[in-house]
């Protein structure tokens, strides 16, 4: 291996790695001489013993980065010579993040002599010019609200900007064409009503208005700081003090709520204004060139190899590269990257050209060819958020698929066996998810988990099994921007639980594990009875797809529930146990109760939308705001000013749990404590990025929250520059100083009162938090009985703690049984669900129980032959919740069913077929319906006459 060699090595990766060239080969050469000669033979372990001393060469990551490949590459070279040889470990460059202070900070010095101008300048409001005047609003409205770049500054003085109050919180949203929403303090909002008579004008011409307020600032002191300052180096320079990292960094990946369910979980207020913010923006349509389409069309078909081959020489790098070399092209020769000049046609022929080829090109891999025609449809198209891309931006995503591609797509054998093997192409699922864990960037995991998407619609080929990347974690197939507030959760609750049963408070305990630990459908469904741990205080969710391995995803901490659920789970927990069952729900208790939560919880939350992956999403959510409030003190205080944060899951006795939990594992609740990556372990995904973009919807608001400089009251002398010049002016400037001197809260509440005063805005104060109702021992239900009789019955070591009841079982002396407890299928059980729920709620009086009576007696020989016996049995259909029945009656020649027979059908809304019978001497009615599908009808007289004797019952309560 020579020089050159290295040289094409390193030809495919980041410049600065291929400036390490040299470097690289010369280090290399003087630590391991013998590897260099003709033939060498070499130790075993000549490579191994000296990767170390190599790797501690390297003075920064590029270096570092060209020492492992070409290390690599020479352990290659020397293998075939040297089959025993042993391969070096490959040392990665660790990512390493810009600091927050570094080289392209504003000077203390700019943002010094910009405080004191904007307060000069606020001082004086009035006498200035009404542009200078503009620019100072508008400076003052960046400073106070965090704005660093221009375009979320004109995004807010848009003048279709509309601003919804929120009166109790003194805050205020302001919502943006786009479908942004943006928090505003009192502050703010007086700098933005002041803007907002005269802004339409001139926010063409902001930097011409900035440069005219730099001239003003040359009559004062400051001006020779700030004659050299843009406008986006004032906002950076105004913002940079205070502004929320956390929201600048990671605020963009989030998905927010809509305008109106934001509303409703901060305020419980429903929106009742036309105006409504679209959930999530249009996608644009991409419309893609006939050629391009032509080629994309196809599949590649032919016999050739999936995995991607990266070594020099190899048909895909040349692809690629050639890629590269094509837009890297197009930018030298097209400074402007201009999409009508002659060279963008030459870089189509080109692109065009290559795919074209490479689909002809059996030596290519099918990795290789979807990098190349997603890479290719990127440049010539654009994605679906941007029409034109930088070939810098190309040339970024190029890099960043074959790299991945590299790693994650090279083994033949199983990317083979995944197109016709769930085992191998779950190991292949598994592998990519472990991958995707390493990229830590935000940018780096969208451009990923975008290509993903493109595969995923387009390729024939399997790469990935999308559901087992779900649920490791990696890939957000959707992402709703829902959110479920505690108190919606709570009325939920007594809706279900209105009709007591075990049923029912089985699956309110499979819900509850859903919104407050964040686990998925399937995750909750299939729990375990053992994957409860009450000793060691967690749940342990196993890989759903792999659950006869019993592979533990991760461990949820319980410390998240409440402490009445949190004693109720145990109580279940241990029922379960004791009665032998290794799973934690039967599942056609889920399936039957499914439908009949999802609807009231729709009916609300006002969400007709809502899922249950819904309450995964408001968990992630909870407990993001769980977190901070135990490690943030200072966040306590805005408790009261949402209706969401005033509940018992936020009050300090439940945070005290969280804390001591979290103390018991080792770290310490503050600042420091790193709360988006531990709620990204509690979710099961592989970056805080995956849960920053699909479920932190209300991240916004707690970033705004967290920036305590917005707390800051404003100033005696910019309050009374912002106020109206009026005869009220001096006793609001009194009444102000009064608040100043309670606290800043009290003088931010103040001026926001004064600014809102008069708006024509729509106002949403905070509704009363639903009053808590006393949890009452509820009756023992029908099901309950007959499931403790069947216990009974079948089990005889069970535990009953209720003594009369087991008393009430020995006196029966297996006169009843409950064979048919066993024999229903899933299918059916919801029909026998609503059968026992209406017989507990039945009103116990004489004529339901001899309707009932009636029925059974008849039951056997199927015939009713008076009146009396159809009215009776008629009611008890109607208790029995059957509906719409098609009777069949035999009748004697010439002599139809009486008109009392006929009103008595017709009025309880079912249907009789008369048939004439030579042999019959009375009209005679068939009991059962005609076409009737209704499972416990051949077990009715057995049932009813266990409902009897649950009537009989003395003290009907709970305790089994």
């Not at 797509?409 to 083979?416: A, P």
């Not at 609807?599 to 992630?620: C, F, W, Y």
Request: charged share 20%; with cysteine; net charge neutral.
């Amino acid at each position: 291996m020579g020089f050159d060699d290295v040289v094409v090595l390193l030809s495919s990766e980041r410049t600065n790695v291929r400036e390490s060239a040299y470097f690289a080969f010369e280090t290399i050469q003087k630590i391991c001489p013998r590897a260099f000669q003709s033939e060498p033979k070499i130790p075993n372990d000549y490579l191994v013993s000296r990767a170390r001393t190599i790797y501690e060469r390297a003075r920064d990551y590029p270096e570092l980065d060209a020492l492992r490949l070409v290390l690599v590459h020479l352990y290659r070279s020397l293998k075939d010579a040297n089959p025993d040889l042993i391969e070096p470990k490959q040392i990665f460059p660790a990512h390493r993040e810009r600091p927050v202070i570094h080289k392209g900070n504003p000077s203390w010095q700019l943002q010094m002599h910009l405080h004191q101008a904007i307060e000069t300048a606020l001082s004086q409001l009035h006498r200035l010019s009404p542009d200078v005047r503009q620019m100072t609003l508008m400076l003052a409205l960046a400073r106070q609200y965090g704005v660093s770049d221009v375009d979320s500054l004109l995004a807010i003085l848009a003048p279709d900007t509309t601003i919804s109050y929120l009166p109790d919180a003194a805050r205020a949203i302001c919502i943006t064409s786009t479908g942004e929403n943006h928090f505003l303090d009192a502050p703010a909002l007086a700098m933005w009503k002041n803007l907002s008579s005269y802004v339409p004008k001139s926010l063409k011409h902001i930097h011409q208005n900035f440069a005219g307020w730099i001239d003003y600032q040359r009559t004062q002191e400051s001006a020779f700081h700030l004659l050299n300052c843009s406008l986006e180096d004032a906002l950076l320079a105004l913002s940079f003090t205070h502004q929320s990292l956390a929201s600048a960094n990671l605020g963009s990946l989030t998905k927010p709520l809509s305008h109106s369910a934001l509303i409703y979980a901060l305020t419980g207020q429903t929106i009742t204004t036309d105006y409504e913010v679209p959930e999530e923006p249009l996608r644009r349509r991409r419309k893609r060139l006939p050629q391009f389409t032509k080629i994309a069309d196809l599949t590649p078909t032919l016999q050739r190899p999936f995995s991607f081959h990266s070594e020099l020489g190899q048909e895909d790098t040349i692809l690629i590269n050639a890629i590269r070399d094509a837009v890297k092209k197009y930018a030298s020769d097209d400074k402007r990257q201009s999409r009508a000049s002659r060279f963008y046609t030459d870089l189509t022929a080109t692109l065009l050209r290559l795919i074209n080829d490479a689909h002809a090109n059996p030596q290519i891999s099918v990795v290789a060819w979807y990098v190349g025609l997603y890479c290719t449809d990127l440049m010539l198209h654009g994605s679906a958020h941007k029409k034109r891309l930088r070939a810098s931006t190309m040339l970024t995503y190029l890099s960043r698929l074959s790299s991945f591609a590299k790693v994650v797509w090279t083994d033949e054998q199983l990317m083979s066996d995944a197109q016709h093997s769930f085992d191998a192409r779950l190991e292949l699922t598994m592998h990519v998810a472990e991958s995707l864990s390493d990229y830590l960037t935000d940018s780096e995991l969208s451009t990923i988990i975008n290509f993903f998407y493109y595969l995923q619609q387009t390729s024939a080929t399997l790469f990935f099994d999308a559901q087992a990347l779900e649920y490791s974690g990696a890939f957000p197939a959707n992402t709703r921007a829902h959110y479920i507030s505690p108190h919606d959760f709570d009325m939920t609750r007594e809706k279900l639980l209105e009709t007591p049963s075990l049923e029912r408070e089985q699956f309110w305990h499979f819900a509850t594990l859903c919104y407050r630990l964040g686990l998925r459908h399937e995750e909750a469904a299939k729990l375990a009875v053992n994957d409860v741990r009450f000793d060691c205080g967690d749940l342990i969710v196993s890989n759903v797809l792999l659950r006869k391995t019993n592979r533990a995803v991760r461990r949820v901490r319980l410390a998240f529930l409440t402490t009445s659920e949190h004693v109720a789970l145990e109580q279940y927990v241990t029922v379960r146990k004791a009665r032998e069952l290794e799973s934690l729900f039967d599942s056609h208790v889920i399936d039957a109760l499914q439908n009949e939560f999802l609807t009231a919880l729709r009916d609300t939350s006002g969400n007709s939308e809502a899922v249950i992956h819904s309450l995964r999403h408001s968990a992630a959510n909870n407990i993001l705001f769980q977190l901070s409030l135990c490690c943030i003190c200072n966040l306590m205080a805005c408790r009261h000013r949402y209706l969401f944060l005033q509940h018992d899951v936020f009050e300090e006795q439940h945070l005290d749990l969280i804390k001591s939990d979290i103390a018991q594992s080792g770290r310490q609740c503050d600042l420091y404590f790193p709360v988006l990556d531990v709620l990204a372990g509690l979710l099961g995904h592989v970056s805080p990025a995956i849960t920053m973009q699909s479920y932190l919807h209300l991240f916004h608001l707690l970033a705004f929250e967290l920036n305590a400089c917005r707390e800051l009251p404003l100033s005696l002398k910019a309050f009374m520059q912002l106020v109206p010049r009026n005869q009220y002016r001096y006793e609001h400037k009194a009444r102000y100083r009064k608040c100043m001197s309670h606290g800043s809260e009290s003088a931010n509440r103040y001026a926001f009162k004064h600014v809102v005063r008069g708006s024509n805005n729509q106002q949403y104060p905070l509704k009363a938090a639903p009053a808590k109702k006393r949890v009452s021992t509820k009756p023992l239900s029908f099901s309950d009985y007959l499931l403790a009789l069947h216990r009974y019955r079948h089990e005889p070591q069970s535990h009953f703690a209720n003594n009369e009841l087991l008393d009430h079982f020995d006196r029966l002396d297996g006169m009843l049984g409950t064979e048919f407890y066993d024999r229903w299928k899933s299918r059916d059980f919801p029909v026998w669900l609503r059968l026992f729920e209406r017989l507990t709620d039945l009103n116990s009086n004489a004529v339901n129980n001899d309707a009932l009576a009636t029925l059974a007696a008849l039951h056997a020989s199927n015939t009713v032959t008076t009146i009396r016996q159809l009215k009776r049995c008629l009611r008890a259909f109607e208790i029995l919740g059957l509906h719409e029945l098609h009777f069949t009656a035999r009748v004697p020649e010439n002599k139809p069913l009486s008109q009392a027979w006929l009103e008595a059908i017709s009025d309880a809304a079912h249907h009789v077929d008369c048939h004439e019978d030579e042999q019959a001497t009375s009209p005679v009615l068939a009991l059962r319906p005609r076409g009737l599908r209704y499972a416990p009808w051949s077990h009715l007289p057995t049932i009813i006459k266990l409902h009897q004797t649950y009537q009989t019952l003395p003290d009907k309560t709970r305790i089994l």
